[in-house]
């Protein structure tokens, strides 16, 4: 093997460096949030039934958004439509603040949803910096920023309800602090990393359009990816954006109990994306990493919903 060959299998850690920094402070901001938005919502009267429609406002806002911001990350480059989103990020932040009325939640999750593409825009520009060899490893590098942030974040909520005592609004505006940082990250040290060799076919590219997606999924291996990211996504993140309602529950855990699960669970996501992702990919091939997590997956949510009502001892 030559000297260019061996450079190809290795990932240049350097380059993709700032963008699992600025993943890592985004996914700090988001994960001070997650435990805390249902019981939030609980604060303003909201039934369970208006808790699900709230969280998945988040979620059916991004569908929308991110798909288009993708487009015109590819048109005009990575770094100012990371920019745009973090703004968009940074206001939903500040509007859940200070919220005083259960619509203002529901406008701050909207405005953060339509500009929500911020780690799909970094794991675009992973793509950029990375070879087909060793995109696998950056890409899982991102998953072990992203669980960094879901450990983190977490504990600064902690720490941040007890300073406060229990005030939701400051963790609000402490996760706007932290979508601040990364807007200020991306600013000044992210580098662009969208070349197009070719700008006057890509200033003719066609916008987005949502007939594309479906094309997509006639196409065999990209239509049956992407039919397990649907379903995979739609039991991950019903799960996941439910849970504080359901340990408080279940369990009668509240929302600094809730998230210390939730730095547990970034903890075994920093283990696997980070440690191990890479060595399994390349031992034995992206379809059984596929395989693995969807069973994992299924075996985790049989059994949470197996967990015995019994209230914690505290």
Known sequence: MTTLEQ???KLDFKRILPILVIVLVDLMGLSIIIPLMPLFAARFGATPLIIG???ATYP?????????????SDRFGRKPILIASQIGTLAGFILLGLANTLWLLFLSRIIDGLSGANISTAQAAIADRTTEKTR??????VGAAFGVGFVLGPIIAYIVLAASGGDYRTVALTAAFFSLISILLTTFWFDETHQDDSPTVSSLKSPFRFIAMFDALHRPTIGFLLSIMFFYQVAFGGYEQLFSLFTLTRLGMDATDTSGLFALAGIFIVVVQGGLIGRWSRKRGDRWLVILGVSTLAIGLIGTALTPR?????
Do not use: D, S
């Not at 059916?60 to 015109?72: K, N």
């Open 310 to 314: 019994v209230p914690v001892p505290w």
């Open 7 to 9: 450079a190809a299998e």
């Open 60 to 72: 059916m806002m991004q569908f929308i958004g991110a798909p288009i911001l993708g487009r015109l």
């Open 136 to 141: 696998t490893q950056g890409l899982g590098l």
């Open 53 to 55: 429609i709230l969280q």
